[in-house]
């Protein structure tokens, strides 16, 4: 598989007709028990090229939080050291090559992140030590430039990540008062007792945002997109609401009264609790909206487009007591969704975003997308349901400004889903409408991933994704995620041998009778 790269740079835009893929960069292949940003990923890179693909779409790539999601992290701006490619730290002098021999040989499609971490740690460690003895104090101009460019959250990560290590809690509320309060003279003893720790988290950052812009440099180059995804929320425990606790809805003592889910709905009949802090909404407007603005600029330079998840809360939250623990009770609260985006436009003067509009919808929720020109979400899988939405998502209802999905991280996979499918279909259970899937599908079991594939390729939609489960016409076990399910998930892994000539040359076909080549 030969790189196919083209002398100009013609990026896509969400206005072209054109495809992608969906894989997480944790799913690479790879010798050392996760994916990262070394060689897979440019090859991964390769096989979008040669496949006619023009985008590749990932969850976010923030440090990992509990049960492993991408979706809870320390800190919203920051990159997960995992994906920091340890032969790029060989080619830097930073390790020897007899430093990093493959270790023991594991399952090839699933995530071992302890054993990741494990690994990993002692050896960035190893290269941390040999670029402070190169450097001396650190002087490197390149590494001070990335500080300087990264000041507005670099620091207080930092501090957040020695803090919570040092008090063994990453839940700051419970931090000695000066600490948690963020006292100027408590800041200052850490920093000084803590130098040398301070600057290997941010080296290790440094080397992050080192590599990624070289993959993206290259995927530029083969005229391939990237598209990031930024949850609206943020975690409690993470440096975000410790640094800018004046912009979320906290008690006195840092603790929450009120926190973020979902109500009950067609999905999800007990709603969803998810935890999460609440924004001080007027603090935020009486601020320009600056906390959102630096975050999206700061995403807008790590992808091309960027997928807003739950665009619902730009418009209105669902307000939870947090002593409750239960979605079932709670209350609509407005959000000034307009207002900020008009604040985003007139500063970043572009919004390369993709709205993910799932869910119980109002209408206010599309007036808003439409307003600003974003192109919302269509799940064909949603299209056989038997709830009211269900047409919404077949491609009658379709527009151009919209992109479509065989399914995303949260769904089964197509073949799975069809498995599904065919047994509520068997015993006459009225979840899916097995009948209409049949007809308007109308494909074999065998291949009924590709007939899903194609339906959404020749759709009006200007953008078509498929997750890489369903162009591998994988099973339910290569599910990446079950909502509400706090165990098991996003541990699957792709099998280098999976992009064969084979499935370049099947899925460039496709593309191309789709009328969707570069």
């Given at each position: 598989?030969?790189?196919r790269?083209?002398?100009?740079?013609?990026?896509?835009?969400?206005?072209?007709?054109?495809?992608?893929?969906?894989?997480?960069?944790?799913s690479?292949?790879?010798?050392?028990?996760?994916?990262?940003?070394?060689?897979?990923?440019?090859?991964?890179?390769?096989?979008?090229?040669?496949?006619?693909?023009?985008?590749?779409?990932?969850?976010?790539?923030n440090?990992?939080?509990?049960?492993?999601s991408?979706?809870?992290?320390?800190?919203?701006?920051?990159?997960e050291?995992?994906?920091?490619?340890?032969?790029?730290?060989v080619?830097?002098?930073?390790?020897?090559?007899?430093?990093?021999?493959?270790?023991?040989?594991?399952?090839?499609?699933?995530?071992?992140?302890?054993?990741?971490?494990?690994?990993?740690?002692?050896?960035?460690?190893?290269?941390f030590?040999?670029?402070?003895?190169?450097?001396?104090?650190?002087?490197?101009?390149?590494?001070?430039?990335?500080?300087?460019?990264?000041?507005?959250?670099?620091?207080?990560?930092?501090l957040?990540?020695?803090?919570?290590?040092?008090?063994?809690?990453?839940?700051?509320?419970?931090?000695?008062?000066?600490?948690?309060?963020?006292?100027?003279?408590?800041?200052?003893?850490?920093?000084?007792?803590?130098?040398?720790?301070?600057?290997f988290?941010?080296?290790?950052?440094?080397?992050?945002?080192t590599?990624?812009?070289?993959?993206?440099?290259?995927?530029?180059?083969?005229?391939?997109?990237?598209?990031?995804?930024?949850?609206?929320?943020?975690?409690?425990?993470?440096?975000?609401?410790?640094?800018?606790?004046?912009?979320?809805?906290?008690?006195?003592?840092?603790?929450?009264?009120?926190?973020?889910?979902?109500?009950?709905?067609?999905?999800?009949?007990?709603?969803?609790?998810?935890?999460?802090?609440?924004?001080?909404?007027?603090?935020?407007?009486?601020?320009g909206?600056?906390?959102?603005?630096?975050?999206?600029?700061?995403?807008?330079t790590?992808?091309?487009?960027?997928?807003l998840?739950?665009?619902?809360?730009f418009?209105?939250?669902?307000?939870?007591?947090?002593?409750?623990?239960?979605?079932?009770?709670?209350?609509?609260?407005?959000?000034?969704?307009?207002?900020?985006?008009?604040?985003?436009?007139?500063?970043?003067?572009?919004?390369?975003?993709?709205?993910?509009?799932?869910?119980?919808?109002?209408?206010?929720?599309?007036?808003?997308?439409?307003?600003?020109?974003?192109?919302?979400?269509?799940?064909?899988?949603f299209?056989?349901?038997?709830?009211?939405?269900?047409?919404?998502?077949?491609?009658?209802?379709?527009?151009?400004?919209?992109?479509?999905?065989?399914?995303?991280?949260d769904?089964n996979?197509?073949?799975?889903?069809?498995?599904?499918?065919?047994?509520?279909?068997?015993?006459?259970?009225?979840?899916?409408?097995?009948?209409?899937?049949?007809?308007?599908?109308?494909?074999?079991?065998?291949?009924?991933?590709?007939?899903?594939?194609?339906?959404?390729?020749?759709?009006?939609?200007?953008?078509?994704i498929?997750?890489?489960?369903?162009?591998?016409?994988?099973?339910?076990k290569?599910?990446?995620?079950?909502?509400?399910?706090?165990a098991?998930?996003?541990?699957?892994?792709?099998?280098?041998?999976?992009?064969?000539?084979?499935?370049?040359?099947?899925?460039?076909?496709?593309?191309?009778?789709?009328?969707?080549?570069?």
């Open positions: 598989m030969k790189p790269i083209k002398m100009q740079n013609n990026l896509p835009s969400l206005k072209d007709r054109r495809s992608g893929l969906l894989l997480h960069l944790s690479l292949p790879g010798p050392y028990y996760c994916g990262d940003l070394g060689k897979t990923a440019f090859k991964f890179a390769d096989f979008l090229s040669a496949g006619g693909q023009s985008w590749w779409q990932m969850l976010p790539v440090p990992i939080g509990l049960g492993n991408p979706y809870t992290t320390t800190c919203s701006f920051a990159g050291p995992l994906y920091i490619d340890l032969e790029s730290l080619k830097d002098g930073l390790l020897r090559k007899s430093e990093i021999v493959t270790p023991q040989t594991v399952s090839p499609n699933r995530i071992y992140y302890q054993k990741a971490r494990r690994y990993r740690e002692p050896r960035l460690k190893t290269a030590e040999r670029f402070t003895a190169g450097n001396g104090d650190l002087e490197s101009s390149q590494f001070n430039q990335f500080r300087s460019e990264h000041k507005y959250w670099l620091e207080d990560f930092a957040f990540c020695v803090l919570a290590k040092k008090y063994k809690t990453r839940h700051w509320q419970n931090w000695p008062s000066d600490t948690r309060r963020r006292k100027k003279t408590a800041l200052a003893e850490v920093r000084s007792a803590f130098k040398k720790e301070l600057d988290i941010e080296f290790l950052q440094f080397k992050f945002f590599q990624w812009s070289r993959l993206k440099t290259y995927l530029n180059a083969l005229n391939i997109g990237l598209i990031g995804d930024i949850p609206f929320f943020v975690g409690h425990q993470s440096s975000d609401v410790w640094a800018k606790q004046k912009y979320f809805r906290l008690q006195r003592d840092g603790s929450l009264k009120y926190v973020a889910g979902v109500p009950p709905d067609y999905y999800c009949p007990a709603g969803q609790f998810w935890g999460n802090p609440l924004y001080k909404w007027p603090a935020l407007q009486k601020d909206f600056n906390w959102w603005i630096e975050r999206l600029r700061h995403i807008t790590l992808f091309d487009v960027v997928r998840d739950h665009f619902i809360g418009y209105r939250y669902w307000e939870i007591k947090a002593e409750t623990r239960s979605a079932r009770k709670g209350r609509f609260r407005k959000t000034p969704g307009r207002e900020l985006f008009q604040a985003i436009k007139s500063t970043l003067g572009t919004l390369p975003f993709i709205a993910e509009d799932l869910g119980t919808v109002v209408p206010e929720v599309y007036a808003l997308r439409d307003e600003f020109g974003l192109p919302g979400m269509r799940i064909l899988q299209g056989f349901g038997n709830e009211a939405s269900a047409p919404y998502h077949l491609p009658y209802s379709y527009i151009p400004n919209s992109v479509v999905y065989t399914g995303t991280h769904n996979t197509v073949v799975g889903w069809y498995g599904d499918a065919l047994k509520d279909g068997k015993e006459k259970i009225r979840k899916y409408n097995f009948n209409l899937c049949q007809d308007y599908i109308g494909a074999e079991q065998a291949t009924f991933h590709w007939a899903m594939i194609r339906e959404t390729m020749k759709s009006v939609a200007n953008l078509s498929f997750p890489m489960q369903d162009i591998l016409g994988l099973n339910e290569a599910r990446m995620n079950i909502p509400g399910e706090a098991g998930n996003w541990q699957w892994r792709l099998e280098d041998k999976s992009l064969t000539k084979k499935l370049i040359k099947r899925l460039r076909k496709e593309t191309q009778t789709s009328n969707r080549l570069p």
